[in-house]
């Protein structure tokens, strides 16, 4: 067990030192969040606050552009393997005597820590761009943002735990980001869609994430998940997330374990 | 005492056996050799002893631990080399062997002095912080050997360590190495295709589809070859072939438009054999035989031929990992 947490602390340590060191991927990875703000907030958030009148509009967006630089954040966990086994640096991590499961695990503590700085200089910014922001909302994001981080590098992790090329990888996660992304409402309310687009987006874990850290924000004006007729709270979103992050995790460390011995 | 133990080991993907019952002993403080030509089973079976792939049948121990059922005590125990760099390039060359001194656990008391001795001694100590995509083919390979043997390993691996550098480079490392050896009293299991560098091992082992077809020192695999190696070329090679065999009791071999055979005493058998030679010679050389010679004797293939495939080998291998 000792040696587990080892490997996860080694693994993750390097994936900041990997991060901090490639100055282009620092500086992207805090400038697209600060686009997108200004993108989304100023320009389509007047449009969907028409859509859904009582709501300020950027109340409703911002959580949603927070979740969208989680989630692909996360998903350089992916991006990180495929780099490593393509760049044949895994091999060094694979014959050291770190836990394969570890590996993986820090691979996702990695992704997830950056993921949540960057979720953390958009709670900084939001001040800026007119978001009302209580140090009670801030408590209760910063947790629900690394399970969602966490969940979501899991995915990274699936999908590249056996891929051997950076453009596969990239084709890959595209096909799915971008249906996860639209699926999810991070743009746009999803009750009042059609019905079809409505039963996709609660297979969605994106969906749930998302629900939980806009009822942070919004309180009881959000709408919250109805599935069975019940409709989703706070706690039980962010566990929905939890569970099918464990899920997608063992998935990943199964996969990485076949492929490599 | 014997550092690496291997009985019987087989390698199968899928219907392909890429190893076909590997047994072998290296001693400690020995360079042992795998010579043999690529696809041979020379990767295959040192990602079998350093624990990368599971062997399909047989087994094996590194250090006293065994290679299937130990694995995190053969890791520990061993320094790698592969072929193509497993550094990260993004990273300084010290970052690096920071990230292996943690993954090994190593304490912090020893880990200043060994990286300041083994970083010095391969010349790299006043580029430590630069960034590895800045380093040449050469100074990569040096960084990856201080890695290899940053936390003391009783053996290290080599997967032909000096593929693809120029020659200087190549004497080079192999300079470096052998101070390191014989310092550390560390054996060093390597493949290599090359005959030269194969040269410098205690023992080597040739391989062929799969097989261990020799296992001797250099010297010695040489002196089995019978005296001296003679080379002809003549007006019918054909003709030549069936006329040493009839009249000479030789067993030449005709490759590339030469003949070769082994006598003894080479330098007292030519001059009868040019004067009495019924066809008409083109030219005659005669040498000490060299491992070439052996390898060529062995498998009766040149790894000549095979060179020229070496760069499209190296572009799939660098897309396969």
């Known amino acids: 067990m000792k040696k587990f947490f080892h490997s996860v602390w080694v693994i993750a340590y390097r994936e900041f030192l990997r991060f901090l060191q490639d100055r282009s991927r620092v500086i992207s990875s805090f400038t697209m969040p600060i686009i997108f703000l200004v993108i989304f907030g100023a320009g389509f958030g007047e449009l969907i606050g028409q859509m859904m009148p009582g709501v300020d509009y950027i109340q409703f967006m911002y959580p949603g552009i927070l979740s969208m630089t989680v989630l692909m954040g996360s998903m350089m966990s992916g991006v990180s393997i495929v780099w490593d086994r393509e760049f044949g640096f895994l091999k060094e991590v694979l014959v050291s005597p770190l836990s394969r499961s570890g590996i993986l695990l820090g691979k996702a503590t990695g992704a997830a820590g950056i993921a949540v700085m960057q979720g953390i200089v958009m709670l900084v910014l939001a001040p800026f761009v007119g978001v009302s922001l209580s140090w009670g909302i801030v408590l209760k994001l910063v947790p629900l943002v690394i399970i969602l981080s966490i969940s979501m590098s899991g995915l990274g992790l699936l999908i590249g735990a056996r891929m051997r090329s950076q453009q596969g990888f990239q084709l890959i996660m595209q096909l799915v980001m971008f249906p996860m992304m639209f699926l999810s409402g991070i743009f746009f309310p999803l009750a009042g869609t059609a019905r079809w687009l409505e039963v996709l987006s609660k297979f969605n874990p994106v969906t749930y994430g998302i629900d939980a850290i806009r009822q942070v924000f919004l309180g009881s004006e959000a709408a919250g998940v109805t599935i069975f007729g019940h409709t989703m709270g706070i706690m039980d979103s962010a566990l929905m997330v939890l569970v099918v992050g464990i899920v997608l995790l063992l998935g990943a460390v199964r996969s990485f374990n076949r492929q490599e011995q | ?321």
């Open chain 2, 1 to 321: 005492m014997e550092v690496i133990k291997s009985k019987n080991l087989v390698k199968r993907f899928g219907n392909v056996e890429a190893v076909k019952g590997v047994s072998f002993e290296v001693q400690e403080g020995e360079i042992f050799g795998f010579l043999g030509t690529n696809g041979a089973g020379k990767t295959t079976t040192i990602n079998m002893l350093c624990t990368l792939l599971a062997p399909t049948e047989g087994e094996a121990t590194v250090n006293g631990f065994n290679v299937i059922k130990e694995r995190d005590q053969v890791r520990g125990s061993i320094g790698l080399v592969f072929q193509e760099s497993t550094l990260d390039d993004y990273l300084t060359a010290e970052q690096n062997l920071r990230f292996h001194a943690y993954a090994y656990s190593i304490p912090r008391k020893t880990l200043e002095p060994r990286m300041k001795e083994l970083l010095e001694m391969v010349g790299l100590w006043d580029r430590r912080k630069e960034k590895i995509d800045a380093y040449s083919g050469g100074m990569k390979r040096r960084l990856e050997i201080v890695r290899g043997l940053l936390h003391h390993p009783k053996v290290l691996f080599l997967d032909e360590p000096t593929l693809g550098l120029d020659p200087q480079t190549r004497s080079r490392i192999w300079s470096y190495l052998r101070e390191l050896q014989g310092r550390e009293n560390l054996a060093i299991f390597m493949t290599t295709h090359y005959m030269d560098e194969a040269e410098n091992c205690t023992r080597i082992a040739v391989i062929n589809h799969g097989k261990i077809v020799a296992i001797d020192a250099p010297d010695k695999l040489k002196d089995d070859l019978g005296g001296d190696v003679v080379t002809i070329k003549t007006e019918d090679n054909s003709k030549a072939v069936i006329l040493l065999k009839d009249q000479y009791a030789l067993h030449p071999d005709q490759e590339n438009g030469t003949i070769r055979f082994t006598v003894p005493h080479g330098e007292e058998f030519l001059p009868g054999f040019v004067s009495g030679f019924p066809l008409r010679l083109i030219s005659i050389g005669l040498h000490r035989p060299t491992l070439e010679d052996v390898f060529l004797k062995l498998t009766g293939r040149a790894i000549e031929e095979q060179k020229t495939n070496q760069t499209q080998h190296l572009k799939r291998r660098r897309r396969g990992h």
